[in-house]
């Protein structure tokens, strides 16, 4: 007999594999770098972040991202492009600069 798993149990497997989230951290030189945040709720996200900005002297964060490619491109050549403005930008920009 089968039986359905309940779509909770499907976020919970999900959740559990994604724990890196990338940021994009930006230090008082203008010097911008992805770092990966291991966590698994979004409020941890956003502490270990900040924590990670303090203790690096990084003046902001930008994320978080959903993969490295976009905090990577948010990171180099996303960083003077007038069209990278959001995460979602950056995201997209991307996954189209891979494609082409």
């Not at 490295?68 to 979602?88: D, K, L, Q, T, W």
Request: glycine content about 4%.
């Amino acid at each position: 007999m089968l039986t359905a798993l309940p779509v909770w149990n499907s976020f919970l497997i999900k959740n559990e594999m994604n724990k890196y989230t990338y940021y994009v951290f930006i230090d008082a030189e203008g010097n911008r770098f992805a770092q990966p945040v291991y966590t698994s709720r979004r409020e941890s996200m956003d502490r270990q972040a900040r924590m990670f900005a303090e203790d690096n002297d990084c003046i902001a964060a930008i994320g978080p991202f959903k993969t490295r490619r976009a905090a990577e491109f948010m990171a180099g050549p996303g960083a003077n492009n007038p069209h990278c403005r959001s995460v979602n930008d950056a995201e997209n920009l991307s996954k189209n600069n891979i494609e082409e």
